[in-house]
T-cell receptor, first 114, second 110 residues
């Protein structure tokens, strides 16, 4: 089954404790990205990757890191989480970097930083 | 001004009703538009793309009006299962960045 898989689905952590949210897709997609969703603000792009070893900042990259060492994986790293990073996070992938291709989303990771 | 703006709703409609949502966008050069559906606390899923010539899929019709820079979604014969948040999305450019509206909440009542 074609899918984007994120883990964990739910996470409560403390301020400053490094964490990684994994994202993996099995569709051989080139393009992957991370979004956060907050009430009243919608989904905002954090980072994106157009291919292996090619990553770039989205609209809200502060406090986050990513890597793309393999085509299928695109982990999101929070080196020192803070409470304002409490949010619902989605990983997405699409076939290419062209803007008219469908984006497939993971099931989301609900992160709470206390 | 937000890049993509939607009325947040909620739109409360009875089963069988016809409901329409509009969404405005600010970038006149944008080429790609979509409607995504998001159920409560779940991931967004593509509902339909929006073409200049209009796009119909069963009970759903999407239209693009470039002159006025808005897109619309029409749902006919609403079902209880249509209850969700509908996200207007502008896509594209060299980085394939998707710009999301904040969504319109639809609640279909029995």
């Amino acid at each position: 089954e074609a899918q984007v898989t994120q883990n964990p689905r739910y996470l409560i952590t403390v301020t400053g404790k490094k964490l990684t949210v994994t994202c993996s897709q099995n569709m051989n997609h080139e393009y992957m990205s991370w979004y956060r969703q907050d009430p009243g603000l919608g989904l905002r792009q954090i980072y994106y990757s157009m291919n292996v070893e090619v990553t770039d900042k989205g609209d809200v990259p502060e406090g986050y890191k990513v890597s793309r060492k393999e085509k299928r994986n695109f982990p999101l790293i929070l080196e020192s989480p803070s409470p304002n990073q409490t949010s619902l996070y989605f990983c997405a992938s699409s076939f290419s970097s062209r803007g008219n291709t469908e984006a497939f989303f993971g099931q989301g990771t609900r992160l709470t930083v206390v | 001004r937000k890049e993509v703006e939607q009325d947040p709703g909620p739109f409360n409609v009875p089963e069988g009703a016809t409901v329409a949502f509009n969404c405005t966008y600010s970038n006149s050069a944008s080429q790609s538009f979509f409607w995504y559906r998001q159920d409560c606390r779940k991931e967004p899923k593509l509902l339909m793309s929006v073409y200049s010539s209009g796009n119909e899929d069963g009970r759903f019709t999407a239209q693009l009006n470039r002159a006025s820079q808005y897109i619309s979604l029409l749902i006919r014969d609403s079902k209880l299962s249509d209850s969700a948040t509908y996200l207007c999305v502008e896509g594209g450019g060299a980085t394939n960045k998707l710009i999301f509206g904040t969504g319109t909440l639809l609640a279909v009542q029995p």
